[in-house]
């Protein structure tokens, strides 16, 4: 069975930092790309971030780039999104995504910025 367990969200001022984790299991973690994407109270699905299967070419929103940072660690079968300088508009709740199967979520973990 997969399994996406997000954690690391929580309520933070504006300019503060949140280091995001995913960890993954039921699939061969190592051999597929994997995202992030965020949904904020009453919004569409945002996609986020996005990294190889190797860790190589991180991509991302244009929103987010510069203040966050997606890592992997494949030894660990997990997802990192490191986030810098949050603002009121990244709050929601964020979800990791495989390629594996892009339709399974986790219950997602909630980033709340604040002041």
């Known amino acids: 069975e997969v399994q996406l367990v997000e954690s690391g969200g929580g309520l933070v001022q504006p300019g503060g930092s949140l280091k995001l984790s995913c960890v993954a299991s039921?699939?061969?973690?190592?051999?597929?790309?994997m995202r992030w994407v965020r949904q904020a109270p009453g919004k569409e699905l945002e996609w986020v971030s996005s990294?190889?299967?190797?860790?190589?070419?991180?991509h991302y929103a244009d929103s987010v780039k510069g203040r966050f940072t997606i890592s992997r660690d494949n030894a660990e079968n997990t997802l990192y999104l490191q986030l810098n300088s949050l603002k009121t508009e990244d709050t929601g709740m964020y979800y990791c995504?495989?390629?594996?199967?892009?339709?399974?979520r986790g219950q997602g973990t909630q980033v709340t910025v604040s002041s």
């Open positions: 039921g699939f061969t973690f190592s051999r597929y790309p």
């Open positions: 995504l495989s390629a594996h199967d892009l339709t399974i």
């Open positions: 990294i190889d299967s190797s860790g190589s070419n991180p």
